[in-house]
């Protein structure tokens, strides 16, 4: 089974703090992607990467950034947080660049900016 | 982006009972995927089904890609259905539009 891991559950950060957000998966999937989901709103998606050092901007980009510097591992980075951002986040992972298929995701981190 | 409506938005239910769930969509997709969320938050993916039937144990998915729905079917109901099911559609690799969700409340 394909496994999406996020270091965190729950985070409580002060505005201002700089705060990462770390994901892994163990399948090599090709495409690993970041996420929000707010009451009412759905699903949105921030970021995703289809390769080690690329990315591509989703919906919602600002205010965040992304690295993916191991295949595995694909981080979100609140440069400076804002209560605004606060939110769960959902880390997903597919197995082709070229094909949307079944997308995997992690149990989310569940972030307040105080 | 493609919209995607969801209904109905709430739905309780008797154990033993069935559901249908609907999710509407506004343009041409190659991607369509049915999530359940449980409540401590973990997506789990029910089908892949950009056109077509599938089963899955109680569970089952329609889609009308030509008229631009999908219906997830839910037999039999248990208490550990609940949770909320979305779909989310899309067309080529780099993302996902998801609706805002049917949250499905199943009693004992």
């Known amino acids: 089974d394909v496994k999406v891991t996020q270091s965190s559950r729950y985070l409580v950060k002060r505005t201002g703090e700089k705060v990462f957000l770390e994901c892994v998966q163990d399948m090599d999937h090709e495409n690993m992607f970041w996420y929000r989901q707010d009451p009412g709103l759905g699903l949105r998606l921030i970021y995703f990467?289809?390769?080690?050092?690329?990315?591509e901007k989703g919906d919602i980009p600002e205010g965040y950034s992304v690295s993916r510097e191991k295949k595995e591992r694909f981080s979100l980075i609140l440069e400076s947080a804002s209560t605004n951002q606060t939110s769960m986040y959902l880390c997903?992972?597919?197995?082709?660049?070229?094909?949307?298929?079944?997308?995997?995701f992690g149990q989310g981190t569940r972030l307040t900016v105080v | 982006g493609i919209q995607v409506e969801q209904s109905p938005p709430d739905l309780i239910l008797q154990e033993g009972a069935n559901s249908t769930l609907r999710c509407n969509f506004s343009d041409s997709v190659n991607n369509l995927q049915w999530f359940h969320q449980n409540p401590w938050g973990q997506l789990i993916n029910l089908f892949y089904?950009?056109?077509g039937t599938k089963q899955n144990g109680r569970l089952s998915a329609t889609t009308v890609a030509t008229e631009r729905y999908s219906l997830l079917y839910i037999s039999s109901s248990q208490t550990t259905d609940s949770g909320v099911y979305f779909c989310a559609v899309g067309r080529g690799a780099n993302n996902l539009f998801f609706g805002t969700g049917t949250r499905l409340t199943v009693i004992p």
């Open positions: 997903a992972s597919t197995r082709d660049r070229w094909v949307y298929t079944e997308a995997f």
């Open positions: 089904i950009p056109s």
């Open positions: 990467s289809y390769d080690v050092k690329m990315k």
